[in-house]
């Protein structure tokens, strides 16, 4: 969950901008950097990161504009705000709220909205955004709790809430609440791995799980064919348990019987015909 904190005078402090408090914006880039090293292997030195890392950029300019918001200087923060969209292709309003060491992964194409709230340690891959369905001024964005994973391409809608340490999978479109700990597939999103399961609170690449994946609508089909299969045992066993009874002759169909009686007539003319012929002879 989006926690606060106490800044240097005593003030509570939102966790968008503790990198902008007390002792200025690059307070606690160490951190940010250690956390992106600690979920990124292909990360080799902290000099790499800071400078070869557009998700590191764009969190420390959207300090800097969260920071110019805050100060009443809108339009400023909104033009820091689009610098950095240009310079990272990633898109973050200057209202949103971010926590501790957030990690955008590769970064293109990422949109956060104005009234998002991001907790501590969420890593989000490229493509994500975190979107509005309302036109109201209020809150209208997603919430992410804590040690939250979303895969790529993966669209949140809506003010919900995505629990914590949840995985959201790549593509998956999220409209409704998704529980902590659970990890969530498809269009629309649907749970494949319950809290209980240890495999959510692991890391997990692209918030997916890679191995056997259960599908809930293969596994909803699958149900439906055991009781289909189970219902035709059932009526083979009354089936051989009845005595056989005799089956009834069909009723003939008007055609059939104009085509009988046809036959009928024919095989009569026929037959007279041959008994007058004997007659003479």
Known sequence: MVRQAETGHGRPMRAADYTTAGDGVFKHLREEIDGIMARDPAARSRLEVALCYPGLHAIILHRIARRARDAGWHTTARLVSQIARSLTGIEIHPGATIGRRFFIDHGMGVVIGETAEIGD??????????????????????????????????????????????????????????????????IPARPVLPPDRVETRKFMPY????????????????????????????????????????????KPTPFEAVTSRATGQATGYATGMHEAQGETR
């Open 207 to 250: 918030g997916t799980p890679c191995g056997e994946i259960p599908d809930p609508v293969a596994r909803a089909l699958s149900g439906l064919l055991d009781q289909v299969t189970a219902l035709q045992g059932r009526v083979d066993e009354l089936e051989a348990d009845r005595p056989p009874a005799a089956i009834p002759r069909p």
């Open 121 to 186: 340690d969420v890593m989000l891959y490229h493509g994500v955004t975190l979107g509005g369905t309302s036109l109201d001024p209020g809150k209208r964005h997603p919430t992410l709790e804590d040690g939250v994973i979303v895969g790529a391409g993966a669209k949140i809608l809506g003010a919900i809430t995505i629990g914590r340490s949840a995985r959201i999978g790549a593509n998956a479109v999220v409209v409704a609440d998704v529980p902590a700990d659970t990890a969530v597939v498809g």
